[in-house]
C-alpha cells in the first residue's frame, strides 16, 4: 500500500504562487512516475502535470504549460507542483496519483493511489 498526502493548497490572489507537495508514505514510489491532477466543482478530473520517477521527463496539459512545474525528491519521497501566474480558472482541488508503469499519462485509470487532494482558491 502507498498512502499519499497532499499539502500547500489555499486562497491566494490572481497572479500569485503556490508549491504543492505530495509526501507519499507505505512503500515508496520513486520507481513510479507520479501526477498531477485537479478538479474543480462540477468538472471532470483532469491531468494537469506528470514526472517520471527520473525527473528526466516531465508533461503538462496545453492549458497549464509554462505556469506549473513538476518536481520530486526521492529521498524524501515527496513530489512537487510549483504553481506561477495563478489564475481563477485554476481554482479546483489537486490531486497526486501514482501512475501504473506503461499506462497513459492523461487518463485518471492509469493511476492506481490518490491522495485526499488539497484545495486551491484564486481570487480575481
Known amino acids: 500500500q502507498v498512502q499519499l498526502e497532499e499539502s500547500g493548497g489555499g486562497l491566494v490572489q490572481a497572479g500569485g504562487s503556490l508549491r504543492l507537495s505530495c509526501a507519499a508514505s507505505?512503500?515508496?514510489?520513486?520507481?513510479?512516475?507520479m501526477g498531477w491532477f485537479r478538479q474543480a466543482p462540477g468538472k471532470e478530473r483532469e491531468f494537469v502535470a506528470g514526472i517520471t520517477w527520473s525527473s528526466e521527463t516531465t508533461v503538462y496539459a496545453d492549458a497549464v504549460k509554462g505556469r506549473f512545474t513538476a518536481s520530486r525528491d526521492n529521498s524524501k519521497d515527496t513530489v512537487y507542483l510549483q504553481i506561477n501566474n495563478l489564475k481563477p480558472e485554476d481554482t479546483a482541488v489537486y490531486y497526486c496519483?501514482?501512475?501504473?508503469?506503461?499506462?497513459?499519462?492523461?487518463?485518471?485509470?492509469?493511476?492506481?493511489?490518490w491522495g485526499q487532494g488539497t484545495q486551491v482558491t484564486v481570487s480575481s
Open positions: 496519483a501514482r501512475k501504473r508503469v506503461g499506462s497513459s499519462w492523461y487518463q485518471a485509470a492509469s493511476y492506481d493511489y
Open positions: 507505505g512503500r515508496t514510489f520513486s520507481r513510479n512516475s
